[in-house]
């Protein structure tokens, strides 16, 4: 069974400070991994993915995620946090693109202090 | 805006009743996934369809069900409610191989009360 580990339900940063959200997944194969991000009372949006080739992903809204094989980790990285990057946070993981469910982490809520 | 209708935004309903959530997935999209998020059980994985068929099934309990018709929308119903069902339910859904994401809906707020 695949898993998702989240370290840090909660991180605070300051506006301008650097964004660190840890991920680490459990896979016996290279997994797809993902990181969305949640708004209040918002659904779900897509950051970012890796799939296959470069293991430096860049997303939306200035993010990036780094996937290292050998430490079973894809962590999100901001270079300078703005307010509006407060929200919740979930790393996910996908085995295959043909029909597998998606395994969630509990998620990492991000405040950003002015 | 994901492309992921879902139908209502909130509900609210007394404990007993039974009611319908519905989810149109993006135009193309064959998997329809439908989680639920509460505050003490984070995001949970109920169940997918694929093309009309079920493909897995998650922490979904057995008063809940669900279907995809052949338009592909999705239908989530909850029977018996209980005050521990009031949640957050996100319907998903994801495009053929080989993209592997999914895109998530506005989700259904639903109270019991």
């Known amino acids: 069974a695949q898993s998702v580990t989240q370290l840090g339900s909660h991180v605070s940063v300051s506006e301008g400070a650097l964004v660190l959200l840890r991920c680490n997944y459990s896979?016996?194969?290279?997994?797809?991994l993902f990181w969305y991000v949640q708004y209040p009372n918002q659904g779900l949006q897509l950051l970012l993915k890796y799939t296959t080739g470069a293991t430096l992903v860049k997303g939306i809204n200035g993010f990036e995620a780094e996937f290292k094989k050998s430490e079973t980790s894809f962590h999100l990285t901001k270079p300078s946090a703005h307010m509006s990057d407060a929200a919740e946070y979930f790393c996910a993981v996908r085995k295959s693109n043909t029909g597998n469910q998606f395994y969630f982490g509990t998620g990492t809520s991000l405040t950003v202090i002015p | 805006d994901s492309g992921v209708t879902q139908t209502p935004k909130h509900l609210i309903t007394a404990t007993g009743q039974r009611v319908t959530l519905r989810c149109s997935p993006r135009s193309g999209d064959l998997s329809v996934y439908w989680y639920q998020q509460s505050l003490d059980q984070g995001l949970q994985f109920l169940i997918q369809?694929?093309?009309?068929?079920?493909?897995a099934k998650g922490n979904i309990l057995e008063r809940f069900s669900a279907q995809q018709f052949p338009d592909l929308h999705s239908e989530l119903n909850l029977s018996s409610l209980e005050l521990g069902d009031s949640a957050l339910y996100f319907c998903?859904?994801?495009?053929?191989?080989?993209?592997?994401?999914?895109?998530f809906g506005q989700g259904t707020r639903l109270t019991v009360v």
């Open positions: 998903a859904s994801s495009p053929s191989p080989p993209r592997p994401e999914a895109f």
């Open positions: 369809y694929y093309n009309g068929e079920e493909r």
């Open positions: 896979s016996s194969v290279p997994p797809y």
